[in-house]
């Protein structure tokens, strides 16, 4: 494997709500993280590109410079959950595009276990992140998208604050049909009016959604 | 007649617009456009900063250089380069991408000049590069790209609050879409 000269790697900060704890990434989950980066279900939930397989080599090289050398402005996080003493990797969550301009990000969580869908995990790591992008962040506005047929994604996202703002027809094209993209922004004012942060107990929809 | 061998290749014509590739010779005209405030509070998401001369080479022969994107200059009959015209963001397998027209002579603002060249895109995307979904987006601000892109028959599909920061102020991003039948039929229209 590739090491970078920069072997210096840049602190997130752990990010912590009721049940979950949000850390950066960790070279020593390769596995995991490539095992799900080659799921053809995960990929139809988040990815606009046709599902592909990847070699090791390759991911395990992309993954090192998410960890060591992330582009400025990205930020991606391990959404662990926690049980007592147990503590269980379940799935991702970004930031991504938040430097070298206006004041704003666009957000996404993936659940890569299935056992953890269904749960309320996945609002749980988006409340705590988008805590994370308008406070110590600086944030003036957070971006989402979701296909049309990831309905319990678009519900997540409409539940913790999120407003509809467009509707991109036929953006995706996959096996020969062409769906819709969603739309969502949320503004920080919107964020510190609603009083929802990370402390909040959330009863969340099944989630199985990707960023 | 010219030299068939000096002279660039024309990509695409209409009555009184031709599309060239970029041009290493016209490179300081391009330079003056880039570092127009006023141009680029029309068509640039960051706000304006001088470039340096060297750093504009660098990113213009990358432009020169990109497989994916396609720019083009705009070119009057009756003069020549008068503003540049592009395809970027291009998705083969969604069959999607984004365009835009910018006129940075300003003699020819207000005289359909970008309206021609924006149909000379429309029929690239839609008859050479077979895409299915054209986006073009305008800031807030911008109404005359906005009427533009209406009466081309585009539609209004979202609006990204906030999303651009200019004099201490936010302002939207207006996204707009024309899809390949809806081109089919403005041209069977026009």
Excluded at chain 1, 18 to 33: E, S
Excluded at chain 1, 125 to 146: E, I, N, P, Q
Excluded at chain 2, 59 to 74: A, L, N, T
């Amino acid at each position: 494997m590739p090491r970078l000269a920069t072997t210096r790697r840049r602190s997130l900060p752990r990010l912590r709500g009721p049940r979950v704890l949000l850390t950066g990434l960790d070279l020593a989950h390769v596995h995991q993280h490539f095992r799900w980066n080659n799921d053809p279900e995960l990929n139809r939930l988040d990815s606009e590109l046709p599902f592909e397989r990847e070699a090791f080599g390759p991911f395990a090289a992309r993954f090192e410079r998410m960890v060591y050398a992330p582009r400025p402005g990205d930020y991606d996080f391990e959404i662990h959950v926690e049980d007592g003493d147990k503590r269980q990797l379940v799935g991702v969550a970004f930031l991504a595009g938040a430097a070298g301009g206006p004041p704003r990000a666009r957000i996404g969580v993936t659940l890569g276990e299935r056992s953890a869908w269904g749960q309320g995990y996945g609002s749980e790591a988006l409340r705590v992140l988008l805590d994370f992008a308008f406070g110590k962040a600086g944030l003036h506005r957070v971006t989402a998208d979701a296909f049309s047929f990831n309905e319990a994604w678009c519900r997540t996202l409409l539940s913790v604050g999120f407003r509809k703002e467009g509707h991109l027809r036929d953006h995706l094209h996959r096996d020969d049909i062409f769906y819709d993209q969603i739309l969502f922004g949320l503004l920080a004012h919107e964020h510190a009016a609603s009083g929802d942060g990370a402390a909040e107990e959330a009863e969340a929809p099944a989630v199985g959604e990707r960023g | 007649m010219a030299p068939a061998a000096a002279a660039p290749r024309i990509l695409a014509r209409s009555e009184r617009v031709r599309f060239l590739p970029l041009q290493r010779e016209h490179i300081h005209t391009h330079f003056q456009w880039n570092n127009d405030p006023e141009l680029n509070r029309l068509d640039s998401e960051l706000p304006f900063e001088k470039e340096t001369f060297s750093l504009f080479k660098r990113r213009f022969e990358g432009m020169m250089r990109q497989p994916h994107d396609r720019y083009f200059e705009i070119h009057a009959e009756d003069n020549g380069l008068i503003g540049v015209a592009y395809i970027v963001e291009v998705s083969e397998a969604n069959r999607h991408a984004t365009v835009g027209v910018t006129i940075g002579d300003r003699d020819y603002w207000g005289k359909g000049y970008g309206r021609e060249a924006m149909n000379l895109i429309l029929q690239e995307c839609f008859e050479e590069l077979d895409l299915h979904r054209v986006r073009a987006e305008a800031f807030a601000y911008n109404d005359a790209w906005q009427r533009l892109v209406e009466g081309m028959g585009f539609t209004r599909e979202g609006v990204e609050r906030d999303y651009l920061r200019r004099d201490e102020q936010y302002y939207d991003k207006v996204i707009y879409a024309l899809l390949e039948e809806e081109y089919r039929l403005h041209v069977q229209d026009a």
